[in-house]
């Protein structure tokens, strides 16, 4: 069964500490996103990945960076968090040329910045 | 995710159809799609239809695609209560590669 696994299901986080949210998907998949998931607001686009160490910004990078050293592997950064990050962060890959069959999502990190 | 449009909420009775409908605005999208979320899940795709579809059925669901208008529906026949979820319909963007963009979700609400 294949999978993107996040590490954590729920983080708790102060305001201006630095938060690592990590993605691993075990499907070889050449691409990798992060959304954040608000209510009302649907899925907003982070950044995404095409290949190991190419990163481009999608619609809304303010305040995020990511990592991508490994290819199967996919960080997002919160450099110093602040409460108007307190999301639902979705990370998800596909293959190269295989769009049809879509994305295949994490299970999601609930990040609270208190 | 304001390109592509969709009402919040359905409400609906067991054993009803459902209808959920999504307008998009990039015409170049190859593909659009269908994603369930199921609560406190990441999202499945659910369905897919390739743009020179007018219909695509699978078992209780049927897409329609209206390309002239940018209009997507998702049909749920004999809705249950496990159909449950919040339904996000998305179209692709060229950005390098094709790049979904979710519209912002409808919650479905099936009442026994």
Not at chain 1, 19 to 45: A, I, K, S, T
Not at chain 1, 48 to 63: C, T
Request: net charge neutral.
């Amino acid at each position: 069964d294949v999978k993107v696994t996040q590490s954590s299901r729920y983080l708790v986080k102060r305001t201006g500490e630095k938060v690592f949210l990590e993605c691993v998907q075990d499907m070889d998949h050449e691409n990798m996103f992060w959304y954040r998931q608000d209510p009302g607001l649907g899925l907003r686009l982070i950044y995404f990945s095409y290949d190991v160490k190419m990163k481009e910004k999608g619609d809304i990078p303010e305040g995020y960076s990511v990592s991508r050293e490994k290819k199967e592997r996919f960080s997002l950064i919160l450099e110093s968090a602040s409460t108007n990050q307190t999301s639902m962060y979705l990370c998800a890959s596909t293959a190269q040329g295989v769009i049809k069959y879509g994305y295949t999502f994490g299970s999601g990190t609930r990040l609270t910045v208190v | 995710g304001e390109d592509v449009e969709q009402s919040l909420f359905l409400s609906v009775r067991e054993g009803d159809s459902s209808v959920i409908n999504c307008t998009y605005t990039d015409s170049s999208s190859t593909y659009l799609y269908w994603y369930k979320q199921e609560p406190g899940a990441g999202l499945q795709l659910l369905t897919y239809i390739f743009s020179n579809m007018d219909m695509k059925q699978d078992q209780r669901l049927t897409v329609l695609l209206n390309k002239k208008d940018k209009h997507l529906s998702l049909r749920i026949a004999d809705t249950q209560t496990g159909d449950s979820a919040i339904y996000f319909c998305a179209d692709e963007r060229r950005r390098g590669s094709y790049i979904p963009t979710f519209g912002r979700g409808t919650s479905l609400i099936v009442h026994p």
